[in-house]
């Protein structure tokens, strides 16, 4: 046995010289020559990588945010499964409040979120982030009174706020401009693909009224909520840091090779593999780009609709006729056949190094469905409406994401602009949750034009950036201007 424990020995020895080469891997270790034609062993152990994170990264972010959404908006499935009445949320504006409350804390803590992501490691927070929200979603299962529920709202907003846009922030760190789309686009089609199943979750959950003396509704929470700690423990276990911290790990999922050639990929592509710590000062100067915030805003508008669809298609479609199963059954194909069409257009996107476009006919289509629902008689059409609302509504998050991912430099600056990005989105949820109002059920007419007076001016803010940066372009290729600090760099429109 002796031999045998000598070999383990000098295996684990060599293994750990191998990594300390690398443990502290920045632009230092990145090979000078970052314009060199690779060789093909070089293209295969990039190639390598990229697939390993791909099946590392994108599928455990993306289960663990579907069971954050499906957390924040099974409230539309508990109303009607009991909640409504129990807790008197008919009353007033009632569930209009609960739904808002949520995107208070969800706002404020979206930065501050992505700071202490970066400090100590993104398996430790995120998947803190989901044992939490899964605790309060839990408990809101045994809410006494509807102020109750809207306290878990709020708490469950201040956890869920750090997920999304960390989520986002850790994606943009590990892959290329025109990589990153279909990235985004995986990750958020598992949410979308979870919301549509889950609305038959909940249905199956409701089948559990009486036991325990319990209705419905309480189950929903109260199962959703374990299955949510569930996830968290397998999220401790699979998500991954960022590609300079990744070979701190006690088990690195890549090899040393693999992760130089990640950060030598994204020296290549946009200069900004090394991290740089965020300052008082870079953050203000960061919250002084106009480009943030206006993609701030244009994220703001693509979410009033996803969050207008997620909230009222329930109480839309019961407003149709449908009994309450019939109902969450006609939930799930909407979001199901969304999937096909945010996979090609955002593969299509990468492909053509394109993003305005495919935001103008997104916000077409949703606006074109909105109508539908609106104002066309038979439930057949209107549901119709549904599909088409939902595909370019889901659609334009990864595409909104990715245009001002694609446009920036830094991982200071991403950490910022992720957090204020998402963080817009929240308000998008306010203006969504507060439009549609209750004496309006179930044609929620005003709802749904000020959802589309959102996804106007979607479509003339993204001229206008067109224009904005089709001329810095022109300027840069005129050698008048050096973009983003980077000799070469162009933006994406």
Not at 326 to 333: C, I, K, V
């Amino acid at each position: 046995m002796a031999p045998l424990t000598n070999i383990d020995s000098v295996q684990k020895g060599a293994r750990a010289i191998e990594v300390e080469k690398v443990a502290s891997l920045d632009v230092g270790n990145v090979p000078k020559d970052l314009n060199a034609t690779l060789t093909g062993e070089e293209k295969k152990i990039v190639k390598r990588a990229t697939l390993k994170t791909d099946w590392r990264l994108v599928p455990i972010l993306g289960a663990c945010y579907s069971i954050s959404a499906i957390d924040r908006i099974n409230i539309s499935a508990a109303r009607i499964a009991g909640m409504d009445i129990e807790l008197a949320f008919r009353i007033g504006d009632r569930y209009s409040i609960a739904l808002l409350v949520f995107f208070i804390t969800y706002f404020i803590f979206e930065i501050p979120s992505n700071v202490v992501l970066r400090k100590i490691g993104a398996a430790n927070w995120l998947s803190f982030l989901c044992m939490s929200w899964g605790l309060v979603t839990f408990g809101a299962g045994f809410a006494k009174k509807w102020t109750d529920i809207v306290v878990c709202r709020l708490l469950l907003g201040l956890f869920e706020a750090g997920f999304f846009p960390g989520s986002v922030y850790l994606i943009s760190c590990w892959y290329t401009r025109f990589e990153v789309q279909k990235r985004l686009a995986a990750f958020y089609s598992i949410n979308v693909l979870a919301n549509g199943f889950g609305s038959i979750l909940a249905y199956g959950c409701m089948q559990l009224s009486g036991k325990n003396g319990w209705l419905g509704w309480r189950w929903i929470f109260i199962i959703n909520g374990a299955m949510t700690m569930c996830l968290a423990v397998l999220g401790r276990i699979l998500i991954v840091d960022f590609p300079d911290k990744v070979l701190r790990s006690r088990y690195p999922f890549l090899k040393p090779a693999e992760v130089q050639s990640i950060q030598a990929k994204l020296e290549r592509d946009r200069r900004d593999a090394e991290y740089d710590e965020l300052t008082m000062s870079k953050f203000l100067s960061a919250c002084a780009r106009w480009e943030l915030w206006v993609f701030a805003m244009k994220f703001f508008a693509v979410t009033t609709i996803v969050y207008a669809l997620a909230f009222f298609i329930p109480i839309i479609l019961q407003g149709m006729g449908y009994s309450v199963g019939m109902t969450f059954l006609l939930s799930a194909p909407p979001a199901v056949a969304a999937v096909p069409w945010i996979m090609f257009c955002s593969w299509a996107a990468d492909k053509w190094h394109l993003r305005s476009p495919f935001i103008i006919l997104q916000c077409i289509l949703g606006i074109v469905g909105l109508m539908i629902v609106a104002y066309a008689k038979g439930n057949g059409a209107r549901y119709f409406g549904i599909f088409m609302g939902l595909a370019g509504a889901n659609a334009n998050i990864p595409t909104a994401l990715a245009w001002q991912a694609n446009n920036i430099r830094g991982q200071s600056l991403r950490m910022v602009a992720s957090g204020l990005q998402v963080g817009f989105g929240a308000i998008g949820g306010i203006y969504a949750s507060t439009v549609f109002m209750q004496k309006e059920a179930p044609t929620y007419r005003t709802g749904l034009w000020a959802v589309t007076g959102a996804q106007l001016y979607l479509i003339v803010s993204t001229l206008a950036m067109v224009f904005y940066y089709w001329r810095q372009n022109k300027k840069a290729d005129r050698g008048e201007v050096v973009l983003e600090g980077m000799e070469n760099f162009r933006y994406t429109y």
